[in-house]
């Protein structure tokens, strides 16, 4: 679960150190991260590891679900300590479906959107408005963070 989590807060291209331990030897392995070319792929905090999952299916969220925004997560304190995030708040994005506006326009697990357009959202309910305040089918640009870094996406639903 920790490791999924590591990998899924790093961008592809970016190398994870590994300690592997078989045949009662430990190795250290450097591996480059790639992409996923196509399906789902998530990021979030597994049962058991002493952290709420903190997982919203966004069904019940509807400009989040028509963009491919599957699964989402207000960014408390203690999921951005647990994810080793830099982050101290917003949306962290665990799932996108694949194919969608969202994917098209970057959007993938591990990044926290932190506004749309001029509008700050701190929480998947303020996310969720801003975005409903909006033609999704003229777009929205979501400003994200990932590694310390904050950059522009522009998703629009296709026509």
Request: proline fraction near 4%; charge should be positive.
């Amino acid at each position: 679960a920790a490791l999924r989590q590591a990998i899924a807060a790093r961008r592809p291209g970016s190398s994870v150190r590994l300690g592997l331990f078989r045949d009662r030897e430990t190795r250290e392995v450097v591996v480059e991260l790639g992409e996923v070319p196509s399906g789902t792929i998530e990021a979030g905090v597994q049962r058991g590891s002493g952290v709420p999952r903190a997982r919203t299916r966004v069904e019940e969220y509807e400009p989040l679900r028509k963009l491919g925004i599957e699964e989402a997560a207000t960014l408390s304190a203690e999921l951005a300590q647990r994810l080793g995030s830099a982050e101290k708040s917003g949306v962290l994005v665990q799932r996108v479906r694949a194919n969608s506006a969202a994917q098209a326009a970057g959007l993938r697990p591990g990044l926290v959107i932190v506004r749309v357009m001029a509008a700050a959202v701190a929480s998947v309910d303020e996310l969720a408005r801003a975005l409903a305040q909006h033609d999704l089918l003229q777009g929205v640009r979501l400003t994200v963070r990932s590694d310390g870094q904050e950059r522009f996406l522009f998703v629009r639903l296709p026509r």
